[in-house]
């Protein structure tokens, strides 16, 4: 499989071009275009609870979505639900990539889409105790709201990121979760709550808008005025 993006930073697009007779696993509702002659068959990688792990805890959809290139080849054009960036990572045997809730895009079926315990609870609701891992071999497509900037971290280097500005990391990175200074009324205050240290090596990859903020945002514009 070959993937090739346009449209990036900002309305990020991934075309994934098929050879005769390969397939490719994408998130439900991420197609946006193909080439004639692809099936598309929705499917539960897995198994039933496999699936409904990734459903019901990782934020995934129940159903992969799974396309098949015909004779010949083909391509299939997937995006976001959100603008911004996309990039593709490679998963190998023994060098993993941990994913947020709903980065995934998509990859071929010799890599593993899961959800494991991410060490950290699901506090008021804004981030998800639980994260999408993927293994095995192969191209991973990842998105994320607003630009992508990746952290290339040595051994022993160390960056804090907001949670919601996490995107993905390798499995070779270290993940600690801790509250910001100032304790909850400066997180109330502030803005901020929980935040990652990331240690290397490794990469890891951050977005430079948050969409919890997003919802906030929303949501305060529809609240009815009851004065």
Not at 109 to 116: E, S
Not at 186 to 205: H, I, Y
Request: proline letters at 5%.
């Amino acid at each position: 499989m070959q993937i090739t993006t346009r449209h990036t930073p900002a309305f990020g697009v991934a075309r994934l071009e098929l050879a005769d007779g390969e397939a490719v696993r994408i998130q439900s509702g991420a197609m946006m275009a193909m080439s004639p002659g692809v099936n598309i068959e929705a499917r539960m990688e897995g198994g039933f609870m496999r699936s409904l792990k990734r459903a019901a805890l990782g934020g995934e959809s129940f159903f992969l979505t799974t396309c098949t290139a015909p004779s010949g080849g083909g391509w299939v054009d997937v995006s976001p639900q959100l603008p911004g960036d996309l990039t593709a990572l490679d998963v190998s045997p023994g060098q993993g990539l941990v994913i947020s809730r709903g980065a995934w895009l998509g990859s071929p079926p010799a890599v593993v889409i899961d959800t494991k315990w991410g060490g950290f609870r699901n506090l008021f609701g804004s981030e998800g105790g639980f994260i999408v891992h993927a293994s095995g071999t192969g191209p991973t497509v990842v998105a994320c709201y607003g630009a992508l900037e990746t952290w290339n971290l040595a051994a022993g280097q160390t960056v804090t990121v907001d949670t919601g500005h996490m995107v993905a990391y390798d499995d070779s990175v270290t993940m600690q979760l801790r509250k910001i200074a100032g304790g909850v009324v400066q997180s109330a205050k502030s803005g901020e709550g929980l935040v990652f240290d990331f240690t290397g090596p490794g990469r890891v990859l951050t977005q430079t808008r948050n969409p919890n903020e997003l919802l906030g945002w929303i949501a305060a514009a529809i609240k009815p005025n009851t004065a």
